[in-house]
């Protein structure tokens, strides 16, 4: 930083300021630097997946929500596919394993459980973990049904469980243009990921 000198200061002067600026940005510099590293060694983001075949004659829940469809999910608890990838994605956030280490299929505890049940489960894992969510982004590969007039639903029931805002709840969904097993109707699956910050 280069000091003015004008009629008033003195050469020392015109030093001192630009030695009082030098010091300065020193500090605001330090202190982003300690600041961002701060903030990147608290943030944890998770990765979670899941696919169910797809049966008629049972219930379709996804995101906590029951669609009225002819086929549902088949699974041990109530299968809901998106509810199941968003808990690995937050077990796998906090590195806490996953779904079926927690909520093994094996166990009849979990035989027909509501998975907001399991959600809410997950969320006391990562919050005994001193985690906190930040947000949720979620996409879903169905054929059929459409899940557009069920999405806000779906946030609300999610954000709810999560001490979330809506906003915080992302829920997109696609098909596979008839492709594979979704878009044969065999079955559907779901992709999400979670930011958490440690506390």
Same mark, same amino acid.
């Given at each position: 930083? $280069?000091?003015? !000198? ?9 030093? @001192?300021?630009? +030695? =009082?600026?030098?010091?300065? #940005? ?44 002819? $086929?549902?999910? !088949? ?9 199941? @990838?968003?808990? +690995? =994605?937050?077990?796998?956030? #906090? ?105």
């Amino acid at each position: 930083m $280069k000091c003015l !000198l004008s009629k008033e200061q003195s050469v020392e002067e015109c030093d @001192a300021t630009e +030695d =009082a600026q030098r010091f300065t #940005a020193g500090l605001i510099k330090k202190f982003f630097f300690h600041f961002i590293q701060k903030i990147s060694m608290n943030i944890r983001i998770g990765l979670g997946v899941d696919f169910h075949q797809l049966q008629e004659g049972r219930e379709l829940w996804i995101g906590g929500v029951k669609i009225p469809h002819y $086929k549902g999910a !088949l699974g041990h608890s109530d299968a809901d596919v998106l509810l199941h @990838a968003i808990c +690995d =994605a937050l077990l796998g956030a #906090a590195c806490l394993g996953d779904i079926g280490q927690h909520f093994p299929d094996t166990s009849e505890e979990y035989k027909n459980i509501d998975s907001k049940i399991l959600l809410k489960k997950t969320y006391e894992l990562i919050k005994a973990e001193d985690y906190s969510i930040i947000n949720i982004d979620t996409v879903l590969c169905l054929q059929l049904p459409k899940i557009k007039p069920y999405i806000s639903s779906m946030q609300e029931t999610i954000a709810g469980i999560l001490f979330l805002q809506s906003k915080d709840v992302s829920i997109k969904a696609t098909t596979t243009e008839r492709m594979g097993f979704v878009g044969k109707e065999e079955g559907l699956m779901a992709y999400a990921t979670a930011l958490l910050q440690k506390l």
